[in-house]
């Protein structure tokens, strides 16, 4: 589905500031993996996943996205395989629309220019449908600007409207790390959800090692922009919690 081959990414080369943030990684993720990344911070989990996304473009080394080279096309350019979700719950989401428009917008994403979808009775019912799964009680609301919600309810709805589209692929770059836990937890079971439904998969950046144990069934370890550790399937299960405490020891 992506494999990663040989990808250094320098940021400020030749300068005093050089950072060599992603030092050759070869890494291919298969159809349906849902691949956890843990590591300290400046350890390039987040640069690795720009690099998937197209926000950031490899030094050297190639990225094929199915078979298709993606390495130099622009992350608009690969919109039709992914979607992504931010810290920042205010990154996903226009603030000044309701949810139904916003859902609505998300249906569009990634169709030709000049077509439109209207708020139709049933597209209103599909997103309310939608919503209700969430047990928020947001489904009640669905006129309300989005700019008005609390960021775990906006974060739990930008992953509903992410997979609104024909998305494969969805990138998650700590989406609780701004949320209590409660919000943290209804976003995390919704993406598990979502990604299993959908059969999407899934890359997942967190500090969180309880989700990093929890979820996914494959997690890497980044340390200095190499990958330290990967542990896939019965391997990932067989992990202890205390384990991947013992890996930051
Ligand atoms: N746009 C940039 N320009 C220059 N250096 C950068 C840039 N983005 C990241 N870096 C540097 O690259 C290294 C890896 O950063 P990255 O954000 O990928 O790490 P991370 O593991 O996601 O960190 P964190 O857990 O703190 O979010 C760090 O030294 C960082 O300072």
């Known amino acids: 589905m992506i494999d990663i081959r040989k990808v250094h990414k320098t940021y400020n080369r030749g300068k005093a500031n050089q950072v060599d943030a992603v030092r050759g990684v070869d890494l291919k993720i298969g159809e349906q993996e849902f691949l956890v990344i843990v590591g300290s911070n400046g350890s390039g989990k987040t640069t690795l996943l720009n690099l998937v996304a197209g926000s950031v473009l490899p030094s050297s080394g190639t990225i094929h996205i199915e078979g298709n080279d993606v390495t130099k096309l622009a992350d608009y350019r690969r919109s039709e395989w992914i979607a992504r979700v931010f810290q920042n719950p205010l990154s996903g989401t226009a603030p000044d629309l309701s949810i139904l428009d916003n859902f609505r917008l ?8 000049g077509l439109s979808i209207g708020i139709s009775d049933k597209f209103k019912k599909q997103v309310k449908d939608k919503i209700s799964t969430l047990g928020m009680g947001l489904e009640n609301k669905t006129e309300q600007l989005m700019g008005t919600l609390s960021g775990g309810q906006r974060q739990a ?18 989406p609780t790390a701004a949320l209590d836990p409660r919000s943290a937890d ?64």
């Open 106 to 113: 998300a249906a569009i994403r990634t169709k030709p220019k």
């Open 157 to 174: 709805l930008t992953l509903l409207m992410s997979v609104m589209d024909t998305c494969k692929i969805l990138l998650l770059d700590e």
């Open 186 to 249: 209804i976003v995390m079971k919704t993406a598990d959800r979502l990604i299993a439904d959908f059969k999407l998969t899934a890359i997942l950046v967190t500090h969180n090692l309880k989700d990093a144990f929890n979820y996914g069934n494959r997690i890497i370890q980044m340390g200095e922009g190499e990958i330290l550790n990967d542990l896939k399937g019965a391997d990932k299960s067989a992990l202890k919690q205390s384990d991947l405490f013992d890996w930051f020891g």
